[in-house]
C-alpha cells in the first residue's frame, strides 16, 4: 500500500519536475555514452586485430577479469582524487571500465569465426582485411553486441554512482539526495536511470538478434 | 570523525595519540602507519562482513540460478522467459536497484543481498544453461544405450560434462559480486565499500583509505578467481586434456 502510493507519487513527482529529471538523464547519457564511445573506438579495433591475429588470448582473458575486478567507485575516486573532479577525470574512469567487455568480447567474438570459412575465404583470394571485415566481423557480430551491451549497462550503473564522488547535475545526485528530492524523487531519479539502462541494452539487444539472425544459416 | 582520520588520530573505536605521520599530512596514496593503525578497527572486520556477502550472494544465487536453468534445459520452451528475466533483472542499475528496494526490505544487508543474487543469477544461469546444452547429441545417445535412466544420464554424463562452464560462470559471478558489493555501502555500512565511502567523503579524498580498501577489493577478487579456478582444475581433470 505505502510502495504503491510512493510509486504514485513518484509519478506525479515526474510530471511536476520533467525539465529538472530531463536535464539530469541528459548529463547522465552524456556522460555514459561519451564514455562508452571512447572505450568502442579503443577496444573494439584492438579486440578485432588481437582475434584475427589469434594472439593474446591471455591478455584478452586477464583485462576481463582484472576489469570485473576493478571496484568502480574505488576508480573514479582514484582518478578524482589524482585529477580532481571533472567531467573527463570521471569519463576515464568510466572507460577503463568498459573496455574490458568490449575488448575481450570482440577478441573472442573474432578469434572464434570458424577457421574453414576464413580458409576458404582466403582461398576465394579476399586480402586480410577484406576477410576481417566480411568474414570475422559479421559472423563475431552477435558476440561483440553482447560486450558492447554489458559494457554499456555497466558504464550506465557507474555513472550514477559517480555522483558519490562529486560529480554533480546528473540522475545520481537526485538518487544521493533525499533531504532535497524527498523519496518521491529519488524514486523518480531511480526509475529514469533504469529507463535509460533498458532503452540502451534493449536497443543493443535487439541489434544483437538482428546480426544473429543474419548469420543463421537456416534463418 | 573523517577529519580525526585524516589527522591520523582517533579512530572510531580506539582513540589514538599519535602524531600524525608526514605522509597522513600530505594525504599521500599509502600510509603504512594508518593501515597499521586501522587494521584492526577498520580494514579487516571490513573484509571480513565483505567475504560473508558475496559467499552469501554467490551461494544463493548459485541455488536459484540452477533451479532456473534445470527448467529452462528441461523445458526449452521457459530458456527464453527465463534468459529475458535474468537480463531484465541485470540491467537494472545498482542504485536505482537499491532505491526500489528499500520501501520493500529497509536499508538492511538483506536489501543489498536481494540486488547482488539478482546480478548473479545474468551470469550463472546463461553458464549452467549453455554447459548442460553443449553436452554431444551423441553421448546421450550412447548413455541411453548403455541403459542409463534420465536421473543417471544428468548426474552421470551431462553434469560432469557441464562442470567446466558451470565453474567458470561462477569464477565470473564471483569476481563480480565481490567489485558490485562495495557499491553496498551506499545503503548500509557493511563491507569494503565502507571505507572507500569514508575516504571519498573526506574534504580531499583520503587516499590512503581509498587505495587500500579498493586494493582489498581486488586482491580479495583475485584470489577468489584463482582458488576457484583451482577447484576447477581439481573437479574436472579431462578439461585439461584439451
Not at chain 1, 559479421?138 to 558519490?164: E, H, S
Not at chain 2, 548403455?146 to 560434462?161: D, H, I, N, S
Amino acid at each position: 500500500m505505502i510502495l504503491a502510493s510512493l510509486f504514485v507519487d513518484a509519478f506525479r513527482f515526474m510530471g511536476n519536475n520533467a525539465s529538472l529529471l530531463l536535464s539530469a538523464t541528459a548529463e547522465l547519457s552524456k556522460l555514459a555514452f561519451a564514455s562508452l564511445g571512447i572505450a568502442l573506438v579503443i577496444a573494439f579495433p584492438l579486440g578485432l586485430w588481437l582475434g584475427h591475429k589469434h594472439r593474446g588470448l591471455t591478455l584478452a582473458l586477464g583485462v576481463s577479469t582484472l576489469g570485473r575486478a576493478l571496484p568502480s567507485i574505488a576508480l573514479i575516486g582514484v582518478f578524482i582524487a589524482w585529477l580532481g573532479v571533472g567531467f573527463l577525470n570521471v569519463a576515464v574512469a568510466l572507460v577503463v571500465l568498459a573496455v574490458p567487455p568490449i575488448l575481450t568480447n570482440t577478441y573472442l567474438a573474432v578469434d572464434g569465426v570458424d577457421r574453414d570459412a576464413v580458409d576458404a575465404a582466403r582461398g576465394m583470394g579476399l586480402t586480410e582485411a577484406q576477410i576481417l571485415l566480411r568474414i570475422e566481423l559479421p559472423l563475431g557480430l552477435p558476440l561483440i553486441l553482447a560486450g558492447i551491451r554489458i559494457g554499456a549497462v555497466f558504464v550506465i550503473a557507474t555513472a550514477t554512482i559517480a555522483a558519490v564522488a562529486g560529480v554533480t547535475g546528473g540522475l545520481g545526485d537526485i538518487i544521493l539526495n533525499s533531504a532535497s528530492y524527498g523519496d518521491a524523487g529519488v524514486v523518480a531519479a531511480a526509475l529514469c536511470v533504469s529507463a535509460v539502462a533498458f532503452a540502451t541494452a534493449g536497443i543493443l539487444g535487439l541489434a544483437r538478434g538482428a546480426a544473429f539472425r543474419r548469420m543463421s544459416p537456416n534463418a | 570523525m573523517n577529519g580525526a582520520r585524516l589527522a591520523g588520530g582517533g579512530g572510531v573505536v580506539i582513540p589514538h595519540f599519535h602524531k600524525p605521520s608526514a605522509c597522513l599530512l600530505h594525504n599521500g596514496w599509502l600510509c603504512f602507519d594508518w593501515v597499521r593503525q586501522h587494521w584492526g578497527d577498520t580494514l579487516q572486520p571490513d573484509l571480513i562482513q565483505h567475504i560473508k556477502l558475496t559467499l552469501l550472494a554467490v551461494g544463493i544465487g548459485f541455488v536459484i540460478a540452477f533451479a532456473l536453468a534445470l527448467l529452462g534445459f528441461r523445458f526449452r520452451l521457459l530458456n527464453p522467459p527465463l534468459g529475458l528475466f535474468t537480463d531484465f533483472l541485470y540491467t537494472i542499475p545498482s542504485l536505482a536497484l537499491f532505491v526500489l528496494l528499500i520501501p520493500v526490505t529497509g536499508p538492511t544487508v538483506t536489501t543489498i543481498e536481494i540486488a547482488l543474487v539478482s546480478y548473479t543469477l545474468f551470469i550463472l544461469y546463461r553458464n549452467i544453461l549453455t554447459g548442460l546444452s553443449a553436452v554431444p547429441a551423441d553421448v546421450l545417445e550412447s548413455a541411453r544405450g548403455m541403459g542409463l535412466t534420465r536421473t543417471q544420464t544428468f548426474m552421470r554424463v551431462e553434469l560432469p560434462l557441464a562442470a567446466p562452464a558451470i565453474l567458470a560462470g561462477l569464477r565470473v559471478a564471483t569476481v563480480s559480486t565481490i567489485s558490485i558489493g562495495t557499491v553496498a555501502a551506499l545503503l548500509i555500512a557493511y563491507g569494503l565499500g565502507q571505507p572507500i565511502f569514508d575516504a571519498l567523503q573526506t574534504p580531499d579524498i583520503f587516499r590512503t583509505e581509498l587505495v587500500v580498501a579498493g586494493g582489498l577489493a581486488i586482491l580479495l577478487a583475485l584470489v577468489a578467481d584463482g582458488l576457484l579456478a583451482l577447484v576447477a582444475r581439481a573437479l574436472t581433470p579431462w578439461s585439461r586434456l584439451r
